[in-house]
């Protein structure tokens, strides 16, 4: 439970009708981790039939995130590779990209990593929009991973891969601030409501730990001035065949739209303040926009028709 949250009564973006909660990074909430591990589609002999090993909660600071005095900085995971080179054959064989059968750890890992550090804030967020916003001082994480953050909704009676991705998980940008903005409707009473971060990748080796780089995100002020500064207009959302982005007062910079399982599907550059995306060639479904000015990111969810 976060020991402090502000709220505001802010529409953003558009109007739905329920009550809004707005949160950001907080040093002093509860900081919950869980990993998610699976096999490396690039191994020949995988332990899991080539999918899904594992999942369970994780301490934070075994995900490799750092929750600091004033910022968390999130890093890929090496605990898997660094407790296998104590362990057994096995072990090095499981974790790492071992030639030899374990004999010997390879320089590489060997698992794909979903390691997710969030906060659950409670019963008493569902039925109500929730806007997760905060700063991203520095990410300089390596091409073999991505780092996200999210609001997910998940069901407690759904199977893992229905429960995967949550409601939203977009991935950070290179800096500035972001937001994203789940509806009431989406949090619906019975569902638990998590927000934070995720670092998805293969389990790394911890002699590539500063080459392998990291992110590092911080709290931003809740004020009311700060979230009307930047509004954007999305019509007509549903839609069969193109959206129109417009913004209140800032050039768009770029336009990256992403599918509910975050792979990135369009992006666009049009620099100016009113733009359309081509929904055309998308199949029928929800699709996240991350929409970045020189003020920030902000992330608008499209319906395709």
């Known amino acids: ?16 009708g329920f009550s809004q909660n707005t949160v950001t990074v907080d040093v002093a909430a509860t900081w919950n981790g869980f990993m998610n591990v699976f096999d490396n589609p690039a191994d020949g002999t995988p332990n899991c039939g080539g999918g899904y090993c ?23 995971n090496y605990n898997g590779y660094a407790n296998s080179l104590g362990g057994s054959n096995g072990d090095r064989d499981y974790w790492t990209n071992s ?12 698992k794909i990593m979903e390691a997710s550090t969030f906060v659950e804030p409670g019963a008493g967020f569902n039925g109500q929009d929730l806007t997760f916003t905060a700063n991203v001082v ?32 977009i991935p950070l940008p290179a800096s500035g601030t972001f937001s994203v ?8 009473p019975g569902l638990i409501i998590q927000y934070g971060f995720r670092v998805f990748g293969i389990n790394a080796n911890p002699a590539n730990e500063v080459a ?4 590092v995100v911080e709290g931003v002020s809740l004020s009311t001035t700060d979230f009307n500064t930047v509004q954007y207009n999305t019509y007509p959302n549903p ?3 193109s959206w129109t982005v417009e913004s209140n007062n800032v050039i768009i910079n770029s336009i990256q739209v992403f599918d509910a399982l975050g792979k990135n599907v369009l992006s666009i550059v049009p620099n100016t303040n009113k733009t359309i995306i081509d ?11 991350k929409v970045s000015s020189d003020s920030g990111t902000s992330s608008i969810k499209l319906v395709k028709n």
Do not use: C, H, R
Request: hydrophobic letters at 40%; charged letters at 10%.
């Open 1 to 16: 439970m976060m020991k402090k949250i502000t709220l505001l009564f802010t529409l953003l973006i558009t109007s739905y």
């Open 54 to 76: 594992f999942g369970s909660g994780w301490a934070v600071p075994d995900l490799q995130t750092v929750v600091g005095a004033s910022n968390i900085t999130l890093q890929p």
């Open 99 to 110: 030639s030899d059968g374990g004999v010997t750890a390879g320089p590489l890992g060997n």
């Open 138 to 169: 520095s990410n300089s994480i390596g091409g073999n991973w991505t780092a996200e953050y999210f609001i997910k909704a998940l069901d407690p009676n759904a199977s893992f891969s229905d429960a995967l991705n949550g409601a939203y998980v």
């Open 181 to 188: 903005t789940v509806t009431g409707a989406e949090l619906a």
């Open 212 to 215: 392998n780089g990291s992110v």
């Open 239 to 241: 839609t069969i065949d």
């Open 279 to 289: 929904a055309s060639n998308l199949k029928s479904g929800i699709y996240f926009a």
